[in-house]
């Protein structure tokens, strides 16, 4: 949902990345910088953020999605990466037809807003939610701890996986 609030001088403190890169949002196993840099060259970490009114779920695949929803917060970790890797990257995920990329703004801890991107698999109303593998979640959890992201999104996890 757009931030119809968000006053005009809001964009001169607005985290936007340089000419020729894009802002990444990931906010699954690619938390851990490591298994980011296999998925594009040299991403650079900027910081974590989270999207407002999004719910991570998990779709009938078994595999992390964003959905609207009111009233909750999906975290995740922001590179700057450029562009081009970006493009591999929707390349390599099936873009448009398997997986989505959006545009949206998330908030840094400090609550600025961050002009970002994040990709979701092609599925924008699931017809059945699915569950998670704990070897596909374990690794997210893992990061979303060691991130300090808060407790109450970390418990969401559990509905998806029980082993967790």
Request: with cysteine.
């Amino acid at each position: 949902m757009p931030d119809q609030n968000m006053p005009t001088h809001a964009v001169s403190g607005m985290i936007r990345p340089q000419l020729g890169n894009r802002l990444w949002f990931v906010y699954d196993a690619a938390m851990n910088p490591q298994v980011a840099a296999q998925r594009v060259p040299d991403p650079v970490f900027v910081t974590t953020a989270h999207i407002p009114s999004r719910r991570l779920m998990v779709s009938k695949d078994g595999v992390a999605m964003i959905v609207p929803r009111r009233d909750f917060r999906v975290f995740g970790i922001v590179y700057e990466v450029a562009d081009v890797a970006l493009a591999a990257v929707d390349v390599q995920l099936g873009v448009p037809h398997l997986w989505h990329r959006y545009g949206c703004l998330g908030r840094d801890p400090d609550h600025r807003p961050i002009l970002m991107e994040f990709h979701t698999p092609a599925q924008p109303r699931p017809s059945r939610l699915g569950q998670a593998d704990p070897s596909y979640l374990k690794p997210i959890v893992e990061a979303a701890r060691k991130w300090g992201f808060p407790e109450e999104y970390l418990d969401q996890f559990r509905f998806w996986c029980s082993d967790i």
